[in-house]
């Protein structure tokens, strides 16, 4: 019989998006999530990013407040029942990692930097969950700050995921950056989405699908202005779109929209958000979009639920590598069961006693010949690389940088420079990890 502790846990998700930072707070019992809290914050990252691409003293200290306030909720929490993922800002921001390290300590919980693919897998899992199961095919958008995710998807399963460099914080900037909203404006927002989009327009297309989903912030705002302006009865529709374009271009100015639905501290990314709306209709064809409530924290606390009952995504990840790189897995195997066998002998002096660290060297052990597809020269050298620069779902950045070290470290003269980006406890674990 399970016990109230394993019957019953608490787990935490948040989401440093280049705008709003999120929490969600849920009970887990018997395999299904309560939300217990939300909590949400415009801390507007991706605008406080300086001409060379560093987060700004003004901007870090806006996040790293925020951060303090949702530590005071998730510090008695086990790391273990906690993910704090960033995204587009943090993926481009040149001092992520001093920020990460502060981040870290303000949170009291370890950070990871996931890719756009990540991010995309994620949302489709969040949407995927809020949504009744019809068997019918999704597209699911999702406008950050910085970036905007498009997933095709079936059931529970993303099919094709893009991440695209446009998001309602960066489109604002460089076409409304004064406030001021022209026609000559909007049409040239609009016209840098549509060349942002091309590269996916024919694919998505030729797939096709039954529904049209969007998640997010912006298009939940979006949605509640054409819906509380009675341009549509529910979603958002190519003709309610066509009234907001106009409403935008009569207000004139971000801080005269003056918009039922609309939160006032949405008003100066609101036409970046309505120009890359207008520009997906346009070049996807969609003629109505519903709108979600679950996006990216949800999917994360399900990809949590997963991993903690065993079913994580990293580990179908690993598989398929193994076939696709032709690994042989007999080998992989006995490779794997000697680097487990040495690390129960020295974990408890070492201090890797921890499932992750196991888990870590389970999956090297199984991927350390990934490198002999391309050359058996240097192939460690090879493998590491792949490693780090494949999109890998369920894989963080930081966890591919992980794996790829001690790939890279498995045979030869053993590297230094690999071990040196980390943070130096962190640093140190893997290198006793790698011997």
């Known amino acids: 019989m399970e016990s109230d502790e394993t019957a019953e846990r608490t787990l935490a998700a948040v989401d440093l998006g280049s705008n709003s930072f999120h929490m969600v707070v849920a009970r887990e019992r018997e395999g299904q999530l309560q939300v217990l809290d939300r909590l949400r914050e415009m801390v507007r990252l991706a605008a406080g990013l300086d001409e060379h691409n560093d987060i700004t003293p003004a901007a870090m200290e806006r996040a790293l407040a925020c951060l303090e306030r949702f530590g005071q909720r998730l510090r008695e929490l086990p790391h273990e029942n906690v993910r704090v993922v960033g995204t587009n800002t943090l993926r481009?921001?040149?001092?992520?990692?001093?920020?990460?390290?502060?981040?870290s300590s303000r949170i009291g919980h370890p950070i990871e930097i996931i890719s756009g693919i990540e991010e995309a897998r994620l949302i489709y899992l969040g949407v995927s969950h809020s949504l009744e199961d019809d068997g019918g095919r999704r597209l699911v958008m999702d406008i950050g700050g910085g970036s905007t995710e498009f997933i095709l998807g079936q059931r529970f399963q993303p099919q094709e995921m893009e991440s695209l460099y446009m998001g309602c914080v960066s489109m604002s900037q460089r076409f409304f950056g004064d406030g001021r909203i022209t026609e000559k404006r909007l049409r040239n927002a609009v016209l840098a989405a549509r060349q942002e989009l091309e590269g996916i327009e024919a694919r998505f297309r030729e797939l096709g699908w039954d529904h049209a989903i969007g998640a997010s912030g912006s298009l939940l705002a979006i949605r509640d202005v054409v819906v509380s302006s009675g341009w549509s009865q529910d979603g958002i529709t190519t003709d309610s779109l066509q009234e907001l374009r106009e409403a935008l271009l009569r207000a004139g100015h971000a801080q005269a929209l003056d918009l039922p639905g609309l939160q006032p501290e949405r008003r100066d990314i609101f036409a970046g958000a309505?120009?890359?709306?207008?520009?997906?209709?346009?070049?996807?064809?969609i003629s109505?979009?519903?709108?979600?409530?679950g996006a990216l924290r949800e999917g994360l606390l399900y990809d949590l639920l997963g991993r903690i009952h065993h079913?994580?995504?990293r580990e179908n990840t690993v598989q398929a590598l193994m076939r696709r790189f032709g690994i042989d897995a007999a080998q992989a195997a006995r490779v794997e069961k000697t680097a487990l066998s040495l690390l129960d002998q020295a974990a408890r002096a070492w201090g890797l006693e921890g499932e992750a660290e196991r888990n870590l060297i389970s999956m090297a052990a199984r991927l350390h010949e990934i490198g002999l597809a391309i050359s058996h020269s240097r192939f460690h050298r090879h493998g590491a690389y792949l490693l780090e620069n494949m999109d890998l779902p369920g894989f963080s950045r930081n966890e591919q940088a992980r794996l790829a070290a001690l790939v890279r470290a498995h045979r030869r003269k053993?590297?230094?420079?690999?071990?040196?980006?980390?943070?130096?406890d962190e640093g140190r674990d893997l290198r006793r990890s790698a011997v």
């Open 311 to 313: 079913e994580d995504v």
């Open 274 to 285: 309505v120009a890359i709306v207008l520009a997906t209709f346009e070049g996807l064809g």
């Open 414 to 424: 053993f590297p230094k420079a690999p071990f040196r980006r980390f943070p130096r």
């Open 92 to 103: 481009k921001a040149r001092n992520s990692r001093r920020f990460m390290r502060l981040a």
């Open 288 to 293: 109505m979009m519903k709108v979600s409530q």
